[in-house]
């Protein structure tokens, strides 16, 4: 904008740029403390998940192995297991970053996919561990998407916020400051002429 006419209107204009700069850097930085807050719970919860799904497969793990000692096997069971299609993605929305919201409509550890004819309470046990673990396996993948999106948007609003600070604010700083002093400079020159008519036309006046 530093080619823009020093008039009064053009000031204005820059002010009002001005004060909207101002706004939407104070909005941006707002925006930005609270996606940092957000990504700090988040990365705290990935890594507690992590231990959690560390000891939930293990436990998993280990009823199973007691299934198959005490069935002899669990294939004709495993047969039976249907495809797992019940996760469902869906979005939540903080401060405009779109964050997934895994839900998982089959996580009922109650409700087993297999005749109980060919299982048992051990096996049982461990269809659960595993249900366990599948749910918490969807919760670390929600987690970690949201805390690249949020990385990412964190990115995004400080440059902003920087661009707005160090380079459109100043800018519009020195365009007002730049029409300021020529508008003052043409009323001073304004000034000088106006006395220097009225000083002629005083002259005149006292010849006539």
């Known amino acids: 904008m530093a080619n823009t006419a020093p008039t009064k209107g053009n000031l204005m204009a ?12 104070e ?10 807050r957000e990504l700090v719970t988040l990365v705290d919860r990935a890594k507690a998940l992590q231990g959690e799904i560390d000891q939930a497969f293990q436990t998993a793990y280990e009823a199973l192995e007691i299934a198959e000692i005490r069935s002899g096997g669990v294939t004709a069971a495993v047969s039976m297991v249907p495809e797992d299609d019940g996760v469902r993605l869906l979005w939540r929305s903080v ?37 366990a673990v599948k749910a918490l ?15 990412f948007a ?36 304004e000034f000088v002429r106006q006395k220097v008519i009225k000083s002629r036309k005083e002259k005149a006046e006292k010849k006539g």
């Not at 002010?15 to 700069?21: D, E, I, N, P």
């Not at 909005?27 to 940092?36: A, G, H, P, V, Y």
């Not at 396996?137 to 990385?151: F, G, Q």
């Not at 459109?168 to 400079?185: C, F, H, Q, S, W």
């Open 137 to 151: 396996l969807a919760e670390l993948a929600e987690t970690e998407v949201a805390v690249y999106r949020l990385a």
């Open 154 to 189: 964190i990115r995004k609003s400080q440059k902003r916020a920087n661009a707005l600070q160090n380079i459109v604010i100043p800018g519009l700083d020195g365009d007002i400051r730049r029409m300021t002093d020529a508008l003052a400079e043409k009323e001073r020159e």
């Open 14 to 25: 820059a002010k009002r740029s001005r004060a909207l700069a101002e706004t939407g850097w």
């Open 27 to 36: 909005l941006m930085d707002q925006k930005r403390n609270i996606l940092i």
């Open 95 to 131: 401060m405009g970053v779109e964050l997934p919201a895994v839900k998982d409509h089959n996580a009922d550890p109650d409700v087993l996919p297999y005749a109980l004819t060919v299982s048992g309470s051990a096996l049982d046990e461990a269809y659960r561990r595993f249900t």
